[in-house]
């Protein structure tokens, strides 16, 4: 088997509501061969991976999967399963996945759902080794699989402390990013509601709290001015200083480095000159000053405060075993690390312990060795320090903390300045006051770790990502999301998605952008190409600035990596006509309706789509999909689906006694004159009339008032500057030049109509179209320009897989049945052919990309008198 293409589609997609893996795959010979034909293939593939039998499939019940292996499916199918069971196998919760063939002999389109990206590809290649091993009859080693897949979960997953923060978010609905793909730093929310986390540090953390609690010489001063009890001691520089600094404190000490966390370079409890030189020079590791301090004696506990609030309190112990009278200390060790909770550094809830040369000292101070058998009962301390990321565990004491710890803990935050933060302190106890015990605080942390309060080793998990996120989302009804708008269809996309921009931007809203053409953030342009996908949208709604998000979706975006959001606010659905049929598996008008319908598919249920009512296959599917309530829009409103509609209340936008004006209910509310809008020509331009009527229904969804949305439309231009490349009229001295994009014939027939109305006399055109088109869909864009033209120049700038000429022959061909064609390859060439060729009243019509050169040949050029003579 070959796999041709594979692929997250990371929002909701063609075959999805939700994001799932695809995969193109020519099972190649297994075409010929299913499952029934190999014996024993379910059996075997069912003691490969026993809980493959809960997969129901199209059956709907347990064992329903292997029903099907057992009356033969083919090997694309059971990739897609194998894929599934695969990460559920590593821990991941997947149900969902679905196999379809295509329109070509032995490929398939699988897909299923994963949760995190580089695992559910990673499934997938797995998956395909394997079944083809299945099929072959090979040995499969399925837990050398299974490591592999482990390595890529470990690798990529977020560490415990995020994960609980993002959980927490999710649970509550508001969406999240990863913002690089080798850390945890993370956004939560869109837009100007966004907050962002890197780890537990989050965009509200105090850069001097972060400096006070990383230095604890520092630290220690702060504290101790305030009466806080702290260990007495000194910085030290040197050795000697080191040494002069324990006489005069007296024994035990403690050494660290002066600025560090996670417990590296910590040694507890040095009873003499030699522990304390190998305490200095652990210290002297991580940070070229080191701190010795009175040992406090008494049990180390961590306390977390979240916005000034005490959340959660735990005992930690240090790595450690229980002696049983016959195991040696390496056995219980190793044991202690075959614990599943143990993984290697954060990736699990509890650390392994790594034998080293503090381990071997606490062993030595013990009088033990490695080899030595400790007597049942006895606990052994592996190490000097408390700490989860070293193997320490933790017991949950949350609940027994006295009102005075409690706040002095809060007290040491709010003096510290740190959002979260984490206080180690050493006491006998925390059910009474300080005060009366033996304590002291000997280091608070600022992006401490959740571990040990998440899953503790005994006691109640506290939901420690939830005070974060209520902290950064205080307001319990906020799902930190911005209003999206999203725009879809054949054609108009670009343009609704301007002139909605427009309306937003003209009632004061900070609008985020992305079209064909450019990313514009309020106005200002900050990328130009082709920005219609998923990318597109997630660098809108990365900007702290933006309010609200107007996307143009394309086809093409949508098939490669699906929605570049989860759901939106306000879907609009314009047309659904035939163009780029062929491509991505869709062949037919249905098959391009189901996917220009993911959009509405998204509206939220509180949100609205917004259809185009005289289109038949929007009214047929845009109907069936669409999210939330239905505003419809029409240039014909007197159909009986329309009046029931408006009747039922339901919102309409049509064109009545020359106005757009709203219907709902019993009252109709005019918007507009259609001769104040200038996108409408003086309703010369019917389809720019249908752009403006989904515009204002969209804007109405979000908010705008009537007035808002009439002041839109009376000030939208449509010039190479507001509009660029879209119905662009430019009046030069004798002729008129009209620049769009129309590259099919749909928009040519919407064309149609003012291209005649401006150019009465006669009509030149240059035109091209992607290589990517059908032979019969280009010969039929050429036959469309010709029934429009006089004449017409074919360039090719883009042959997408094809010779060059060879799309600009096909589009040449079916104009010459009408009007004269010929081919000039080159944009440039052909319209300065088309200029040339143009006398007083003509009308240019310049399907092409480079507007500016357009412009700027037309300037101080006069077309009055007759055509200049070639030569």
Known sequence: MKILAHRALRGPNYYSRYPAIYMRLDIEELEHRTTDMVDGFGDRLQALMPDIYAHRCSVGVPGGFLQRVGRGTYAGHVVEHVAIELQNMIGFDVGYGKTVDSYETGIYNVVYRYRDEACGLAAGEEAVDLVQQLFDGAEIDLDAVIARLKEVRDYHKLGPSTGAIVDAAKARGIPWQRLTEETSYSQLGHGVKQQRIQATVTGNTSLL?????????????????????????????????????????????????????????????????????????????????VII????????????????????????????????????????????????????????????????????????QAGLTLDSVAPEGEMVLLKPTANISTGGTATDLTDDVHPEVKYAAERIARLIGLDILGIDLLAETLAKPLEEQSAGVVEVNAGPGFRMHIAPTHGTGRDVGKAVVDMLFPDPTDDGRIPIAAITGTNGKTTTTRLLT????????????????????????????????????????????????????????????????DACDVGILLNIASD???????????????????????????????????????????????????????????????????????????????????????????????????????????????????????????GLTLGDIRMGLQTFYPTPGMLPGRSNLIEADGIRCLIDYGHNVPALTALEPLVRGLGKAGRI???????????????????????????????????????????????????????????VMAEHEAVGKAMDGATEGDLLLLLVDDIDAVVERLRGRSFRGPAPVAG
Request: with cysteine; glycine share 12%.
């Open 580 to 702: 780029h049929l062929g491509e991505y598996d869709i062949h037919t008008l249905d098959e391009l309706a189901r996917c220009k319908t993911i959009v509405v598919d998204a509206v939220k249920p509180d949100g609205t789509s917004v259809l185009n009512a005289d289109d038949p296959k929007v009214m047929e599917h845009g109907t069936y999909w669409a999210g939330g309530k239905i505003v419809y829009f029409s240039m014909n409103p007197d159909t009986e689906a329309l009046r029931a509609h408006v009747a039922d209340h339901g919102v309409l936008f049509t064109v009545a006694g020359g106005s757009i004006v709203m219907r709902q209910g019993q009252v109709e509310a005019e918007v507009i004159k259609v001769n104040d809008v200038p996108l409408a020509f003086e309703g010369h331009a019917p389809y720019n009339v249908q752009n403006a009527m989904a515009a204002a229904a969209a804007g109405f969804a979000l």
């Open 293 to 364: 301090e009175t040992f406090v004696r008494g049990e180390d506990h961590r306390l977390l405060v979240i916005d000034g609030k005490l959340v959660a309190a735990a005992r930690r112990r240090p790595a450690h075993v229980i002696g049983d009278g016959v195991s040696t200390l390496q056995q219980l060790i190793d044991r202690e690390n075959a614990d599943p909770r143990r993984g290697v550094g954060h990736e699990n809830l509890l650390t392994q312990i790594d034998i080293d040369h503090q381990t071997h000292r606490m062993i030595e």
């Open 502 to 565: 427009h309306l937003l931007r003209h009632a004061g809203k900070q609008v985020g952008m992305a079209c064909t053409g450019t990313i514009e953030i309020d106005n200002h342009v900050i990328m130009r190409g082709d920005y219609s996908g998923p990318g597109a949208a997630g660098v809108v709604l990365k900007e702290p600035t933006v309010d609200h998000a107007v996307l143009e979706v394309a086809r093409g975006g949508l098939m490669r990596r699906g929605l570049g959001f």
């Open 209 to 289: 709290g972060y400096g006070v609690a990383d230095d604890k010489d520092w630290t220690k001063q702060l504290l101790g001015d305030a009466g806080i009890a702290v260990p007495w001691g000194r910085t030290c520089h040197s050795w000697e200083e080191t040494r002069a600094a324990a006489g005069a404190i007296g024994w035990p000490v403690v050494t660290k480095p002066l600025v560090g966390n996670h417990g590296r370079g910590v040694t507890t409890n040095i009873t003499n000159e030699d522990e304390l030189r190998s305490g200095y020079d652990a210290a002297l590791r991580h940070h070229d000053a």
């Open 765 to 823: 055109g240059v035109a091209s179209a992607p290589g990517n088109r059908r032979d019969d869909d280009l010969e039929a864009l050429g036959a469309k320009l010709g029934s429009m033209l006089d004449r017409l120049y074919v360039c090719e700038s883009d042959p997408r897989g094809r010779q060059p000429g060879e799309a600009a022959e096909l589009i040449r061909a079916g104009a010459a049945r009408h009007c004269s064609a010929e081919i």
